[in-house]
C-alpha cells in the first residue's frame, strides 16, 4: 500500500522548470530518502506534498486519494529552513503550533507534556524561545513537528545543525516512529545518515528523476565485483592474475590487505582460491559502492549527457 | 475557520500581553487628561493678590488703573529712587514707573520678585486702553461716553445657519467644525498608519523566522492574513476602549477631587488665554469659542454641542470607526502585500512608497479640505479609497451630503474587497520568496499567475 503516489507532477517557475514529469511513489513504513544535487528541485516536491504549492500537472495521491486539506493533519514537516517566534514562550508556541495542527488544547497539553518530559526539557517552558541556543531550538522545533502523530513526516535536512548526540537523539526517535507504523521521507545531503537510515531512496537532477529504489537493491545494482580481503601469511603477494586488478594494498605486521575488482571473466571464488595460496584468509568481503558515490556518479553521468558541465 | 480563530487570538494575545502595549495605553490616557487639566490648575494658581505702585511723571494714568480682586493700585510722586525702595521694602510687589518722554506709554517695571505674565499683559492692555482714551479727549476733543456708546452699537456678530436637504436650519460653528475635522483626519491617519505598519512588520517576521514555511503546512496562506488583520485590528480597538474609558475615569476622578477649579474651567481658562495673547485673530478666535461656551450653560453640554454640528456625535463615531476600519483594513491588507514581497524593512519601504503617497497627499491636504470642505478637491479625495478616510473624516463635522458618504462608504468596502484579492494572491506567492528584489511588475505578474 502507497501512502503516497506522485504522479507525472510538473511544475515550472517564470524563468525554469522546477520538476520534469516525476513520478513515484512511497510505501507505507518506509523511511524514504530524498536526494539531489542544490536545486535539483526536492524543495518543490516537498512543497507541493505539503500543498504550499500545487502542481501544473500531473496528480498526487494521499492514501490512494487525491491529496486534499484534510490530509494536513496526517502530514507533519519539518522545513530546511527553521523558524519559531522568537519572542513566543516555548510552551505558548508549542501549544500553538500543535493546535494549527488539529490538535484540542487538551490533547496539544498531554502530548507536549510527553515529549518534553522525554526530551527533560520541561524547565523550558516558560522560557523565550530567543532564550534557547540553535540546538535546543531544533529540539523544539522536531517536537512540532511529531506532536500531532502524524502519519506521513517529511523532513528537510533534519540532521543540520545539530551536534552528535542530539542527532543520535533524533535518529533513535525517527527509528522509533518507524516501528510505529509512520512512513518517513527524508531530504538531505548527508549520505552516511541516508545509508544508515533509509530503506529507499530517489535521486533527483534538474528536475528529473534519476534513479529510485531500494537502497540495498541500488547498492546491488551498482556494484562493480570489488572485494577486499585480509590475508595473513609472511610475504605478500607478489602478483595477481589479469582477470583481477588491484585498487589499494596495505600491510601491517604480517598482515595484508587488498581491495580488488574482479574483472570480465573473472569471479570472486576464482579469486579467494588464488589468494588462499598465498595464507589465510582471515576476511573476504564484496564491497559495496556508497551512496555517497552513486550520487555523484550517477548526477555527473547525467550531466554529461544533458551535454552539461558543471 | 478554527485555525484563523487560532492566529487571530496569537496575533492578539502576544501583542496585548507586551509591555510596550501596556505602557502605551496607560501613558495616553494619564497625557490626555493631562492635557485638559494641568492649563487649568495652571490659570487658577499662580494668581495671587498683587500690590502695584505706580509712578507716573507724565501724569496720564494716576487713580486711572482699573482694579479687580487680584490686583489694586496706589499712586504716588517724587523721587522714583526712593519711593522705588520703600514701595519694594513694604507692602508692594511691583512699581511701576512712566519716565517723562514724548512716548507716554512705555513704563519700567521694578521688582523683587518676578510677577507672572498674566499681570504684564493686564497692565499693558490696561495702559494701552488709557492712553487711547487719553488720545481721544486731549488731543481730538472727542467725547468720551459718546464715543463709547458709538462703539457699543456698532457690535457686528454673523451667526452661521446651515440648511441640510430637507430644508432644517442648524446654527454652525464654521471654526470649530474646522478644527474637528483637522483633528479627526489626523487621529485617523495615525492610527491606519499605526496598525497597519504592524502588519507589515508581523509579515516580515515571519518571513525571516522563516516560520512562514511551517504555519502554511498547517493553515492556507489567506487563513493567516485575514487571521494576522483581524488580530491587529482588534488590538487596535482595544486600545482605543481602554484609552476612551480611563481618560474618562481620570477626568471625572479630578473633577471630584476639585470641583470649585472646574467650575470656572471654561471661563477662566478663555480669559486667561486671551490676556496672555495678543495676536489679534487669536483672541477672535477665542473669543468665539467663549461666547460657544457661554451659549451652552453647564447642564447639558454634550447635546447642546450636538446642536451646532450638522451631524450627531453618535454619527461621528460611527463614521469614524468605519472608516477606521475599512481604511487600516485597505492598507493593512496592502502591505501584508509588500511585507510578503520584500525581504526586510528597508525593502518593503520601497514598496509601500506608491501605496502611501495618496494617504501623506491627503494629509498635506488637510487644511484646504477643512477650509472649503465641499470644493472639489474635498470631494474627489473623500471619494477614492485610499484617501477617503482622511479626506472624508475631515469634512465629515462641516457636514457632507448623505449620499456622497455613502457612496463613499460603498467604494470604500468594493476597493476592501479588491484589496484583499489582490493581496491574498501576491502574499501566496511573497512569503515563500527569498533574496529577490521586488519590484511592482514582479508583484502584478504574481497577480495574474494561475
Known amino acids: 500500500m502507497n501512502i503516497i503516489e506522485v504522479q507525472n507532477v510538473t511544475k515550472k517557475y517564470s524563468n525554469h522548470l ?104 520541561q524547565s523550558w517552558w516558560n522560557k523565550k524561545v530567543e532564550e534557547l541556543s540553535k540546538g535546543m531550538q531544533q529540539k523544539l522545533q522536531f517536537i512540532t513537528t511529531v506532536v500531532h502523530r502524524p502519519d506521513f513526516l517529511i523532513l528537510d535536512e533534519p540532521f543540520s545543525g545539530l551536534d552528535p548526540i542530539n542527532t543520535n537523539l533524533i535518529r533513535q526517535e525517527l527509528l522509533e516512529l518507524k516501528k510505529q507504523g509512520t512512513t518517513i521521507i527524508i531530504s538531505t545531503h548527508n549520505m552516511a545518515s541516508v545509508e544508515e537510515i533509509c530503506d529507499e531512496i530517489c535521486l533527483i537532477n534538474k528536475a528529473h528523476k534519476i534513479l529510485e529504489g531500494n537502497l540495498a537493491e541500488i547498492k546491488q545494482r551498482f556494484k562493480e565485483n570489488v572485494y577486499s580481503l585480509t590475508l595473513n601469511g609472511e610475504c605478500a603477494i607478489p602478483a595477481f592474475p589479469d582477470k583481477f586488478s588491484v585498487m589499494e594494498t596495505s600491510s601491517a605486521v604480517n598482515q595484508h590487505h587488498y581491495v580488488v575488482k574482479v574483472l570480465d571473466g573473472g569471479s570472486a571464488n576464482q579469486l579467494l582460491q588464488f589468494v588462499m595460496e598465498y595464507g589465510n584468509v582471515m576476511s573476504f568481503n564484496e564491497v559495496l559502492p556508497s551512496m555517497n558515490d552513486i550520487f555523484i556518479q550517477q548526477v555527473e553521468k547525467y550531466n554529461e549527457e544533458l551535454g552539461i558541465n558543471n | 475557520m478554527n485555525n484563523t480563530l487560532l492566529i487571530i487570538s496569537r496575533e492578539y494575545l502576544t501583542r496585548v500581553k507586551k509591555k510596550s502595549f501596556i505602557i502605551l495605553t496607560l501613558v495616553v490616557p494619564i497625557l490626555f487628561a493631562a492635557l485638559m487639566v494641568v492649563p487649568v490648575l495652571l ?91 487719553h488720545v481721544l ?146 483672541v477672535e478666535a477665542v473669543n468665539n469659542s467663549k461666547l460657544a461656551t457661554e451659549a451652552l450653560g453647564e447642564e447639558n453640554i454634550f447635546a447642546e454641542i450636538s446642536n451646532y454640528f450638522p451631524i450627531s456625535f453618535t454619527e461621528m463615531i460611527l463614521c469614524f470607526l468605519f472608516f477606521f476600519l475599512t481604511g487600516y483594513l485597505v492598507y493593512s491588507a496592502l502591505f501584508a502585500a509588500v511585507g510578503s514581497a520584500a525581504d526586510n524593512e528597508t525593502d518593503s519601504n520601497q514598496l509601500t512608497m506608491p501605496i502611501t503617497m495618496p494617504l501623506l497627499l491627503t494629509i498635506v491636504m488637510v487644511m484646504p479640505i477643512a477650509d472649503n470642505p465641499n470644493g472639489k478637491l474635498a470631494f474627489w479625495l473623500s471619494m477614492i479609497p485610499l484617501t477617503s478616510p482622511v479626506a472624508m473624516l475631515t469634512r465629515l463635522p462641516s457636514g457632507v451630503p448623505l449620499w456622497e458618504l455613502l457612496l463613499s462608504m460603498v467604494l470604500m468596502v468594493l476597493f476592501f474587497i479588491f484589496v484583499v484579492w489582490f493581496a491574498a494572491k501576491v502574499y501566496r506567492t511573497g512569503i515563500l520568496m527569498y533574496g529577490k528584489k521586488v519590484s511592482w511588475k514582479e508583484i502584478w505578474k504574481w497577480v495574474r499567475y494561475e
Not at chain 2, 45 to 60: A, F, L, P, Q, S
Not at chain 2, 146 to 154: E, M, Q, S, V
Open chain 2, 137 to 282: 479727549q486731549d488731543t481730538f476733543n472727542i467725547d468720551l461716553d459718546r464715543y463709547k456708546t458709538i462703539k457699543d452699537l456698532a457690535r457686528s456678530q454673523i451667526t452661521m445657519i446651515q440648511i441640510d436637504e430637507n430644508g432644517g436650519e442648524k446654527e454652525s460653528m464654521a471654526e470649530m467644525n474646522k478644527t474637528i475635522g483637522m483633528i479627526c483626519g489626523f487621529v485617523i491617519y495615525f492610527f491606519i498608519f499605526l496598525f497597519a505598519g504592524q502588519v507589515l512588520r508581523g509579515v516580515l517576521e515571519e518571513k525571516n523566522n522563516r516560520i512562514v514555511e511551517v504555519l502554511i503546512s498547517s493553515v492556507k496562506p489567506i487563513e493567516l492574513l485575514l487571521g494576522k488583520i483581524i488580530g491587529i485590528a482588534l488590538v487596535g480597538l482595544t486600545q482605543f476602549l481602554i484609552w476612551i474609558v480611563f481618560t474618562l475615569v481620570i477626568l471625572t476622578g479630578v473633577q471630584f477631587a476639585m470641583p470649585d477649579k472646574f467650575m470656572e474651567m471654561s471661563g477662566v481658562n478663555t480669559e486667561q488665554v486671551m490676556e496672555s495673547v495678543k495676536d489679534s485673530q487669536m
Open chain 2, 43 to 133: 490659570a487658577t494658581k499662580g494668581r495671587e493678590h498683587v500690590n502695584v505702585m505706580v509712578v507716573d511723571d507724565n501724569e496720564i494714568y494716576i487713580n486711572n488703573f482699573v482694579e479687580n480682586d487680584k490686583t489694586s493700585f496706589s499712586y504716588r510722586s517724587g523721587d522714583i529712587e526712593q519711593i522705588k525702595k520703600e514701595a519694594l521694602a513694604g507692602d508692594y510687589d511691583v512699581v511701576l514707573y512712566f519716565p517723562r518722554s514724548s512716548q507716554k506709554v512705555n513704563a519700567n517695571m521694578y521688582y523683587n520678585e518676578e510677577p507672572s505674565m498674566y499681570l504684564r499683559s493686564e497692565l499693558e492692555s490696561q495702559i494701552n486702553n488709557m492712553f487711547f482714551d
Open chain 1, 18 to 121: 522546477a520538476l520534469d514529469n516525476i513520478s513515484l511513489a512511497i510505501q507505507k513504513g518506509v523511511v524514504y530518502g530524498l536526494l539531489g544535487p542544490n536545486g535539483a528541485g526536492k524543495t518543490t516536491l516537498i512543497r507541493i506534498l505539503n500543498q504550499i504549492t500545487a502542481p501544473d500537472s500531473g496528480t498526487v495521491l494521499f492514501n490512494g486519494n487525491p491529496i486534499s486539506r484534510r490530509d494536513i493533519e496526517k502530514i507533519g514537516y519539518l522545513p530546511e529552513e527553521r523558524g519559531l517566534y522568537k519572542k513566543m514562550k516555548v510552551g505558548e508556541e508549542a501549544m500553538y503550533l500543535a493546535q494549527l495542527k488539529g490538535l484540542s488544547k487538551q490533547e496539544a497539553l498531554e502530548r507536549l507534556k510527553y515529549w518534553f518530559i522525554k526530551f527533560e526539557i
